[in-house]
C-alpha cells in the first residue's frame, strides 16, 4: 500500500475534522440544545486538526474568532477577550525572561553547572530535573517553575549533544522536555498554593461549606501523590518509552569542565539578567506575604511576569564586546539593554494564540450548558461511591487536555460537590480529586500551561506528548483516585 504524502495526508486530516465535526451537529449524539451541538461540533473539528496536525496548532487555535461570531454563539468582542486572558501575559513575560537568558549564554552557565553535579548520563540528569522542577513547583506556580526550568534545559540538551558520546540524544530531548513539564504538574498538587485550581477549589469549598483546609492537611495528602507520580515519570520515560542509553563517560566529562571553565566569570550583562530572574522569582515566591503585609499595592503572578520582562527592556546590559545579538555596538561602545524588541522574534508567538484558543472554547463549552449537561450525566449514571470517585477523575483528567485547568474547576467545583452531596458522599473526595486530576493532563499541549511552553521547544511531536501523556494519565487516575478514597477522610476531618 502507498504511503500517502504530507499534502495528501493534510487534505485527509482537514475533510476527516470536517466530517466528524457534520456528523456530531447533524445526529446530535448527546441531544443537547442548537447551540451546544454547535460548540460541541466545533470542539470536535478542533480537537481533530489539532491531533491530526491538519494545520498548525496556533491556526487552528484562531477558529472560534471565525466561527463563534458566525454561528451566533458569541460576538467577537467576548471572543477576542480570551486571546488577552492575564495568563497569556504570564506566558509572554516569562517567555522574555528565557529570551534574555538565552541572549546572554546565562543558560549555558547554568545548565553545565547542573550537568556538573548530575554527571553526564542521561537518565541521572532527566532524575535531577524531575525533583529539582517538582520541589520548585510546590511553592510557586507551575507556569511559573516551567518558564524557569525550560532554557536551562535547552541549554541541557544543546551541552550534551556537544559532548558526544553513545545513545539515543532524540530520546533524551524528549524526555527531559516532558519531564519539565510534568513535574511542574506534579509538583503543583502537592501544596494549595502550588497551582491555581488549587487556590480555586479550596476558596469555593470553606466559602460554601465555611470549613478550612488546612495546609498541612493537604500537603500531607498530596505531597505523597506528587512524589509518586514524579517517580513513574522518572521510570516511564526512561526505562519504558524513551530510554536514552546515554552513559556517563570520561570524555564527555571532560568536555563538559573545560566548557564551563571557558565561561569564565560572569559578565556584566549576565549578572543583571540573573538579577532580574532572581528578582522575579522571589517575588513568585513571596507575593503573598507582600499583598497581606501592605495594601499599596497587590501582585499577582501575571503582573509579576511583566515587570519582569518590561526590566529587560530598561536595563542596559553594560557589555562593550559585540555579540551575535541584534544589539548594534555605537561609537560610545554602547551595546543597548538586555533586551531589544528585534529579540522578541525568537518567541513563541504561536503558543499565545493556542492557549487563548483553549480558553476561548472553554468558555462556550460552559456558557452553552455543555458541562452542566456532563454533570447531570454523571448524576444519573455514575451511582455513587469508588465507581463515581473513579469516574470523575477519569472524566477530570481527560476533558482537562483541552480545557484550562483553572478554568475546568471552577466550572465543576459546584458540580461535584453537589453531586457528592447528593449522593451522600464526603464532597472533599469528589472535589479534591477533581481538582488534583485538572492538573495532571498530559496528552495535549493545551491541557496545562506547562505543557504548552515545552512543547514550543520543537522536540516535542504531538504524537508523542500523547503517547506518553496517556501512560501518566492512567497512572494518575489510579493514584489519585487510591489516595481520596482511602486516606483523604482519614488526613482531612470535616
Not at 6 to 14: G, N, T
Not at 123 to 138: D, E, K, P, W, Y
Not at 229 to 239: A, G, N
Not at 465 to 474: E, P, R, S, T, Y
Amino acid at each position: 500500500m502507498q504511503k500517502l504524502s504530507k499534502q495528501q495526508y493534510k487534505y485527509l486530516s482537514l475533510f476527516a475534522g470536517i466530517a466528524i465535526a457534520l456528523f456530531f451537529y447533524f445526529v446530535n449524539p448527546f441531544s443537547v440544545g442548537e447551540n451546544a451541538c454547535i460548540v460541541l461540533s466545533i470542539a470536535v473539528l478542533m480537537i481533530t486538526w489539532w491531533v491530526t496536525e491538519a494545520m498548525p496548532m496556533p491556526v487552528v487555535a484562531l477558529l472560534p474568532l471565525i466561527l463563534f461570531p458566525i454561528l451566533h454563539i458569541s460576538d467577537i468582542k467576548s471572543v477576542s477577550a480570551n486571546y488577552t486572558d492575564p495568563v497569556i501575559f504570564l506566558f509572554m513575560g516569562g517567555f522574555m525572561l528565557g529570551l534574555a537568558i538565552e541572549k546572554w549564554n546565562l543558560h549555558r552557565r547554568i545548565a553545565l553547572g547542573i550537568v556538573k553535579i548530575t554527571g553526564t548520563s542521561g537518565n541521572r540528569i532527566i532524575l535531577g530535573f524531575i525533583l529539582a522542577t517538582g520541589f520548585i513547583s510546590m511553592w510557586i506556580s507551575n507556569t511559573a517553575t516551567t518558564m524557569m526550568m525550560f532554557p536551562i534545559a535547552l541549554s541541557v540538551i544543546h551541552v550534551i549533544k556537544e559532548g558526544g558520546g553513545a545513545g539515543n540524544r532524540r530520546h533524551f530531548n524528549l524526555s527531559l522536555m516532558l519531564s519539565i513539564a510534568y513535574a511542574s504538574n506534579f509538583g503543583g498538587i502537592g501544596t494549595i498554593i502550588g497551582t491555581p485550581p488549587n487556590v480555586a477549589f479550596v476558596g469555593y469549598y470553606e466559602k460554601s461549606y465555611k470549613t478550612n483546609i488546612e495546609f498541612v492537611d493537604w500537603m500531607l495528602l498530596c505531597m505523597p501523590i506528587a512524589l509518586l507520580l514524579m517517580i513513574t515519570l522518572y521510570f516511564v520515560l526512561t526505562r519504558v518509552l524513551f530510554p536514552n542509553h546515554i552513559r556517563s563517560n570520561d570524555a564527555a566529562k571532560k568536555f563538559i569542565f573545560e566548557e564551563y571553565n571557558s565561561l569564565g566569570p560572569l559578565s556584566v550583562a549576565e549578572k543583571r539578567v540573573l538579577i532580574v530572574f532572581s528578582a522575579t522569582a522571589l517575588l513568585w515566591i513571596f507575593k503573598d506575604l507582600l499583598n497581606q503585609s501592605q495594601d499599596l499595592v497587590k501582585l499577582d503572578d501575571n503582573i509579576i511576569a511583566l515587570i519582569g520582562a518590561i526590566s529587560l527592556f530598561i536595563f542596559p546590559s553594560g557589555n562593550i564586546k559585540h555579540t551575535e545579538s541584534l544589539n548594534e555596538t555605537d561609537e560610545h561602545g554602547f551595546q543597548g539593554s538586555l533586551l531589544e524588541w528585534g529579540d522578541t522574534k525568537k518567541m513563541a508567538w504561536g503558543i499565545l494564540l493556542l492557549f487563548g484558543g483553549g480558553l476561548a472554547l472553554a468558555s462556550s463549552l460552559e456558557k452553552t450548558g455543555l458541562i452542566k449537561n456532563l454533570g447531570d450525566w454523571l448524576s444519573q449514571y455514575a451511582g455513587g461511591g469508588f465507581t463515581l470517585l473513579l469516574m470523575v477523575t477519569i472524566i477530570s483528567i481527560f476533558i482537562s487536555e483541552v480545557m484550562s485547568n483553572i478554568a475546568q474547576v471552577i466550572v465543576f467545583s459546584p458540580v461535584v460537590c453537589s453531586l457528592a452531596d447528593s449522593v451522600g458522599m464526603n464532597p472533599l473526595v469528589l472535589g479534591i480529586a477533581m481538582t488534583l486530576a485538572a492538573s495532571c493532563a498530559s496528552m495535549m499541549p493545551m491541557g496545562t500551561p506547562p505543557n504548552a511552553i515545552v512543547f514550543a521547544s520543537g522536540h516535542i511531536k504531538i504524537k508523542e506528548m500523547m503517547k506518553a501523556g496517556f501512560v501518566i494519565n492512567l497512572v494518575a487516575i489510579v493514584l489519585i483516585t487510591l489516595f481520596c478514597w482511602f486516606l483523604l477522610p482519614l488526613l482531612i476531618k470535616v
